[in-house]
């Protein structure tokens, strides 16, 4: 059992430096920013390349191991794990890139990026199941507020590797390596299960409205930053500057326990408290409600009796003395075997992997989509992405729980607007007009973390809690899944494809780069036409689940069904 910090700051000092490591587990977005010095480097085709973004994409989502180990172990055991992995998957890359170590096989290399990045896997699970259990009322800000982070983390390493790090591939898969795992052994002891918060007060809400506020400033701040530091050049002094003020304001939800520390905070009388023990009424619900026996527990008593026949069991079923035991409905705890033979599970599962997996493809590609659109830096692209993923994490969250509770809206509606979205993005990106290429880049983004952000609340409310862990994680299979299908055999083949016919056209020194809109164009037009199917799909689990979703949120707020009122 995990010893427990009492008290009613130490919660808060978790969530602060819980900021820290998010940020820390979003390596894995930092893969356009030495990809390019990969491929060059060690000789890698446009094909290879996408391949080692599917290995960026399968170690940050597989987080099955992570989620088994956090149920059994402390904390700093999961993040002592995922140091480890910072420090030898990006250790064997950085021996790699800096030439240190030449020869090793591709394989080696596919593997060690798998490691790397399966830090995040640990570290979000890590940071997330022990912040979820110290403040209970809270979950889905929580959530929030932590995966946001995650988002805004691509902006802020590449704030880091165009002003400390000298805009130095080596530089920064040396820090990532080096750097990370320090950060999470710095952070080790302050995350930690705490005693509960299990009041939800006016106090408590502004301290989380504080923190996302903060969350924003800092993206607008990362924004203005890279856009400064690409068009003007800024000196180091200048860059040196601006950096600094990324780190305070990563410091900045620090001030919430030390504003309790120097104000002890009053306690409010018209407050919320979660009560583990069951009411009077609950108690005399139970009593109404319970049978007796059990159909199997009658089942059994026949094995013994030859007096009870199956026509006397089915009399007791009728009278209410034995009730019969039913497959559960959506909207009650479901096993793993029962979910994955439920239609709507797949209906998700396959929603969420047309959208995060055509998504992902952009991003592992976003360096050569900006290199054959003319454009030689791509930090300004994947900060935009980077920033419209934090908005899609943030808002997708809180805009879903206003309609749902407001207006019963299922969640799947918003994925089912993204996708749509996401589909004029691709056409944008497809005509290769270099003018709309930023905005089609923020707009992905957006779309892109608003996925998981509607996932997320979806799953655990269609298929409950109880192995909640299990369902979302083989959910998130769906953004590796993807990025293997339209990243590495799609559009990786097509652009090798197009660049030789250019080497042997146009006579290009270079045999693996490709210049001008046809590099990605028929990419483009394939995943606008999945993403079209992916609409489709979220419309038709929309209506599925719309009569689930008024029985859920009837009474404008979450209510855990009854087996009597569940729904099929």
């Not at 290879?48 to 987080?63: K, M, R, S, T």
């Not at 590495?488 to 652009?495: C, E, N, T």
Request: with cysteine.
């Amino acid at each position: 059992m995990q010893e427990v910090k009492a008290g009613s700051r130490p919660p808060w000092v978790g969530l602060a430096a819980a900021v820290w490591v998010q940020v820390a587990a979003g390596a894995a977005y930092t893969f356009p920013l030495y990809s390019p010095s990969l491929k060059a480097v060690l000789g890698l085709g446009q094909q290879q390349l996408a391949l080692l973004g599917v290995a960026n994409d399968v170690g940050e989502n597989f987080g099955l191991v992570a989620g088994l180990v956090s149920a059994r172990f402390r904390t700093w055991v999961v993040l002592l794990a995922g140091a480890a992995c910072c420090f030898v998957g990006f250790g064997v890359l950085w021996l790699a890139l800096s030439r240190t170590i030449t020869g090793l096989p591709f394989w080696l290399l596919w593997i060690a990026l798998c490691i790397g990045t399966n830090s995040s896997a640990w570290l979000i699970t890590g940071v997330l199941v022990t912040n979820m259990r110290n403040f209970p009322v809270s979950r889905g800000t929580v959530s929030g507020i932590l995966k946001g982070y995650v988002g805004l983390s691509g902006s802020i390493f590449t704030g880091l590797y165009a002003s400390v790090l000298g805009s130095s591939p080596n530089n920064l898969i040396l820090f990532l390596s080096i750097g990370l795992p320090a950060i999470c052994l710095a952070m080790m002891s302050l995350v930690r299960p705490c005693t509960p918060s299990t009041v939800e007060n006016s106090t408590e809400s502004c301290h989380f409205v504080v923190i996302q506020v903060l969350s924003i400033i800092l993206g607008l701040y990362l924004l203005v930053f890279t856009f400064l530091n690409s068009y003007y050049s800024l000196n180091d002094v200048g860059a040196g500057a601006f950096f600094g003020g990324i780190v305070l304001l990563l410091l900045a939800p620090l001030a919430i326990p030390i504003k309790m520390t120097i104000f002890k905070p009053k306690r409010e009388h018209a407050s919320v408290t979660v009560s583990m023990v069951p009411s009077v009424d609950d108690l005399e619900d139970d009593t109404a409600t319970k049978p007796l026996l059990d159909a199997a527990d009658l089942l059994n008593l026949q094995e013994f009796s030859d007096d009870v026949s199956y026509a006397d069991m089915l009399l007791a079923v009728g009278e209410g003395a034995v009730k019969e035991k039913k497959r559960p409905r959506r909207g009650d705890d479901f096993e793993v075997h029962e979910a994955f033979v439920k239609a709507d599970f797949w209906l998700l599962f396959l929603a969420f992997f047309i959208g995060a997996g055509t998504g992902v493809t952009v991003l592992n590609n976003l360096a050569q989509i900006g290199s054959a659109a003319g454009v030689d830096d791509p930090t300004i692209l994947l900060c935009l992405f980077s920033f419209g993923n934090f908005l899609g994490r943030l808002g997708g969250g809180a805009v879903s729980e206003h309609f749902v509770r407001t207006r019963m809206l299922p969640r799947p509606f918003w994925m089912m607007c993204t996708q749509i979205t996401m589909v004029i993005a691709y056409l944008f990106y497809a005509w290769g007009l270099r003018l709309t290429l930023n905005v089609s880049t923020a707009l992905l983004g957006v779309c892109y973390g608003a996925q998981t952000a509607v996932m997320i609340p979806t799953t655990s409310e269609l298929f409950g809690l109880n192995n909640f862990g299990t369902f979302f994680n083989f959910m998130l299979l769906g953004n590796p899944l993807g990025a293997t299908l339209f990243s590495s055999l799609l559009a990786g083949y097509l652009y090798d494809q197009e660049a030789a016919r250019q080497h042997s056209v146009f006579l290009h020194e270079d045999s693996s780069s490709c210049y001008g809109p046809h590099c990605f164009r028929l990419t483009f037009f394939i995943l606008a036409a999945v993403c079209s199917l992916g609409t489709l799909l979220c419309i038709i689990l929309t209506e599925r689940i719309r009569p689930v979703y008024q029985m859920l949120y009837a009474s404008g707020s979450f209510r855990h069904p009854k087996a009597s009122s569940s729904l099929h």
